[in-house]
């Protein structure tokens, strides 16, 4: 009963008055910002990998697992430079990529739509991946973005611990800053892999999670947009 009640309280108080073992395997979406500590950024990143190495070890020595040999020794600095230099990166708003915007010499007054964009994340619940498409559209409202920027875009966020709301509603709301409009989409389709390979173990279901701001939120415009990217 607790679980319906909670898969639908999406919102910042989800969480009060529940404890982790009430809300389970439920994935609560808290707010737009990824919650971080004040002082997030005060160690550098070689200093975080030097800590994530030591505490991975510990945590693989708890496990029972043999440090010393070859196969899992250098583990532990493997998994802190991945966490830091590549999976986590989106967090360090140093690595947010530089975007240029051009004017709209050619006039185009339409969507333009960037479909299956690749989409690698981590869920901030398991910490194992979110694998999936991302499709963004906007209506320019007299700037134009580089195409791949689209993509880098949906990769710096992709880049953090996530929830599939919270990293739609940011790739949204960063394109609606960058381009200066409203007229903005982002649909997320992708897979859980705490749902798929563990937990429930369903393999065939996936989440797909959707923005329409301004002129996008029309019926019309939403069955154009998902006429554009059917396969
Ligand atoms: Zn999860």
Redesign the pocket.
């Known amino acids: 009963m607790k679980t319906e009640t909670l898969q639908v309280k999406t919102n910042e108080k989800a969480l009060n008055g529940f404890t982790i073992d009430d809300i389970g395997d439920d994935?609560l979406y808290t707010g737009l910002k990824t919650p971080l500590k004040k002082d997030a950024f005060k160690l550098s990143d070689t200093k975080k990998k030097e800590r994530i190495a030591i505490l991975f070890e510990e945590i693989m020595e708890v496990m029972g697992l043999d440090l010393t040999d070859d196969s899992l020794k250098g583990t532990p600095q493997r998994v802190a430079k991945m966490y830091i230099d590549e999976i986590f990166s989106g967090l360090n708003p140093k690595n947010k990529p530089k975007v240029a915007l051009f004017d709209n010499k050619y006039q185009y007054n339409q969507m333009l739509v960037e479909k299956n964009i690749t989409l690698y994340s981590n869920?901030e619940?398991?910490f194992?991946p979110i694998i999936g498409k991302a499709h963004v559209a906007y209506i320019s409202s007299g700037k134009v973005i580089g195409l791949s920027k689209l993509n880098r875009i949906v990769q710096y966020y992709a880049k953090r611990p996530q929830v599939q709301e919270r990293l739609t509603n940011q790739i949204a709301n960063e394109l609606k800053t960058i381009l200066d409009t409203e007229d903005i989409a982002v649909i997320i389709d992708a897979k859980?892999l705490?749902v798929s390979s563990r937990g429930i173990k369903d393999e065939t279901s996936s989440t797909i999670t959707a923005f329409y701001g301004g002129a996008f939120n029309t019926p019309q415009k939403i069955l154009e947009l998902q006429n554009y990217i059917k396969n």
Do not use: K
Request: net charge neutral.
């Open positions: 994935h869920c619940h398991h194992v859980h705490c």
